[in-house]
């Protein structure tokens, strides 16, 4: 079996989404011939770099592994991956979570922008290939746009990461006596926030709704508690803190209708986020209060998976509410294409790259009819 040293900055028994990811790239990369050990960089990220470093390379050099890996986000992480790859011999594959010159969320001016830009330089000149999964906020033509004479072949773009299809065929649906739509996931202020949902709750409920219950898991405050009670629908919010990931699997797939809530952030407009996944895996309708024109409303749009109700519409959440009460949206069909949308067929695309670049090769991508995917690869020289 060959292996890939990881450069990461959460490990495979940690909480959280990022470590989940880990452990479950770990788990699906083993299956498809590839042992994967993690080279751990945690915080703090400037200050504790010589010794991440050190216990890194003691890695590489007693692992032996054919391919070093680096995932940003933090983007520090590639200079790792740059750095044992050098010093060990092996190729290096960088990938990419989230962009790292153009992150969105990162001040234009700040000199924290001016390092990743020189990070970015490093990372397209220097990696023996670059990829990125289909839905973070890179647009197709950023490389060759913004670096046209490097060849295109060093950058390659994965299938979205998905759900992990094995995880949602064995878990059993929670039962809910009511209607229920559910919201799974963290909230940000003055740019994720459910306060639409809540209005439009209200105008549901006061043009004669019947009556639903309406749940939340994850982060939630007193101002959420106050627009709850001022539309009057206290009574139908209910919320519970974080909970693991097996244990929100089986309420994703029992409840009737799930909220996405993506804002019209312009910085969010290419993004489909890993909840959206989990939502799809679950087979469930979505309801999502977000700009139309974003990449997520057209995805949904697209695949017939649900209702898009502009940020501010509470009228036509209302509207959205009672249809999805009604059973006008009735969900997925039982033989809708949702497949390629899992983890386990990106997984199948990145073994591929995995052998393409510990081979010295690159990857190129195989033209197929069903534009919906760049699923399809094979070994280019």
Do not use: C
């Amino acid at each position: 079996m060959k292996t890939a040293l990881l450069v990461s900055n959460r490990l495979p028994d940690e909480s959280g989404g990022r470590a989940e990811k880990v452990a479950t790239r770990v788990d699906l990369m083993g299956e498809r011939g590839w042992r994967v050990v993690v080279g751990h960089a945690p915080e703090p990220y400037v200050t504790g770099f010589p010794s991440a470093f050190r216990s890194i390379l003691r890695l590489a050099f007693r692992e032996n592994p054919d391919l070093i890996v680096s995932i940003n986000n933090p983007f520090h992480l590639h200079l790792h991956g740059f750095l044992v790859s050098r010093l060990v011999g092996v190729p290096w594959l960088a990938e990419l979570r989230d962009p790292i010159a153009a992150h969105p969320d990162r001040a234009l001016m700040s000199p924290r922008t001016w390092g990743a830009h020189a990070v970015e330089r490093l990372v397209v000149r220097e990696a023996d290939q670059v990829v990125w999964h289909d839905g973070i906020q890179i647009p197709d033509d950023y490389f060759a746009t913004n670096y046209p004479s490097l060849p295109p072949e060093r950058f390659f773009k994965l299938p979205v990461m998905g759900y992990e299809r094995a995880k949602f065929d064995a878990a059993l649906a929670e039962e809910y006596e009511e209607f229920t739509i559910t919201y799974a996931g963290s909230f940000y202020e003055g740019w994720i926030e459910p306060y639409t949902f809540l209005s439009g709750l209200g105008a549901y409920r006061e043009a004669g709704g019947e009556p639903l219950r309406a749940q939340f898991y994850g982060d939630w405050s007193p101002e959420y508690d106050r627009a709850a009670r001022e539309a009057g629908v206290a009574d139908w919010v209910e919320t519970h803190e974080f909970v693991p990931h097996e244990e929100i699997v089986p309420v994703l797939k029992g409840s009737d209708a799930l909220l996405y809530v993506g804002g019209d952030d312009p910085g969010n407009r290419l993004n489909l986020p890993s909840k959206l996944w989990d939502y799809v895996g679950a087979r469930t309708p979505i309801l999502a209060v977000v700009d139309p024109e974003f990449r997520v409303a057209e995805f949904l749009r697209e695949h017939e998976l649900g209702l898009v109700v502009e940020p501010g519409d509470a009228e036509g959440v209302a509207d959205a509410l009672g249809w999805l009460r009604a059973g006008e949206m009735g969900g997925f069909d039982d033989d809708a294409d949702v497949e390629r949308f899992s983890r386990e067929h990106s997984a199948d695309v990145l073994a591929q790259v995995f052998d393409a670049v510990a081979a010295g090769r690159n990857v190129v991508r195989v033209p197929r009819s069903d534009a919906d995917t760049d699923a399809d690869t094979g070994p280019g020289r």
